[in-house]
């Protein structure tokens, strides 16, 4: 299986790549920059890499760089810097998701195409109407104000809701959402529920990033987590060790 992954040099995308490749698949890598491609990556067999900024590669190279791939995975994000989170681009996730997806449908393959994309226990599936009090329905308002990051990531969920048809056989999706994330050497046992069952802003769990990578790579791998979870957004944390 040979698998397209966008954001690959991020402290959650190497950790992707890296599971992709244990399993034995093949992977393409879109790195900004050869100063960018992390050292767990570094003269691994399977492992092609593209130096590219995501967006800045036309609809032909793009296109050219997700033919023969079965699953795309984004693990973009912005910078925690003030340039990273003001400057453009704004809608780095929400735009590569839709040009990504608009050149899996115009290649036209034979086989369904997986598409997931890490994002946030704090951003709610609407198609769920999941419960958010008040006061974090405030708050989430204000990070829409002020968070340009926040707002890109709720877009490019709805993006993938609302505008992808589920009946597309060109494309499925899964948005995976991961609440407080740290980071931890090793996989560890971790839960997936189909909505957050805490506050992500009041009373956040963790989520070691190294479990979302395991958990990404399981939907685009595995065909039976891939049929529970394809067309939703399910939420990961680690699951709390009893003493």
């Not at 767990?40 to 023969?68: C, F, P």
């Not at 995976?176 to 980071?183: C, S």
Request: aromatic residues 6%; neutral net charge; proline residues 4%.
């Amino acid at each position: 299986m040979t698998i397209l992954v966008v954001g690959a040099s991020g402290a959650t995308g190497q950790l992707l790549v890296d599971q992709l490749l244990k399993r034995g698949h093949h992977v393409k890598a879109i790195i900004r920059s050869p100063e960018k491609l992390p050292e767990i990556l570094n003269h691994r067999d399977q492992l092609s890499v593209i130096y590219a900024g995501v967006l800045e590669l036309t609809d032909e190279e793009m296109a050219r760089h997700v033919k023969g791939c079965h699953g795309v995975a984004s693990c973009l994000g912005h910078n925690m810097s003030w340039k990273g989170i003001y400057g453009q681009p704004r809608k780095l996730v929400t735009d590569a998701a839709r040009r990504l997806c608009d050149v899996i449908k115009e290649n036209k393959s034979e086989n369904t195409t997986r598409f997931v994309l890490m994002n946030t226990a704090g951003n709610s599936n609407r198609d769920l109407h999941e419960p958010v009090s008040f006061g974090q329905r405030c708050v989430i308002g204000l990070l829409r104000l002020l968070l340009p990051p926040h707002v890109d990531n709720e877009n490019a969920a709805d993006f993938l809701r609302t505008k992808l048809d589920h009946d597309n056989r060109a494309i499925e999706w899964a948005v995976v959402r991961p609440d407080n994330l740290i980071d931890e050497d090793e996989v560890t046992e971790y839960e997936i529920h189909p909505s957050p069952i805490r506050s992500a802003i009041f009373n956040a769990g963790q989520t070691s990033r190294i479990n979302v990578g395991h958990f990404m790579a399981e939907l685009i791998t595995d065909d039976a987590t891939w049929k529970k979870w394809k067309g939703q957004m399910p939420v990961i944390y680690n699951r709390v060790r009893s003493d």
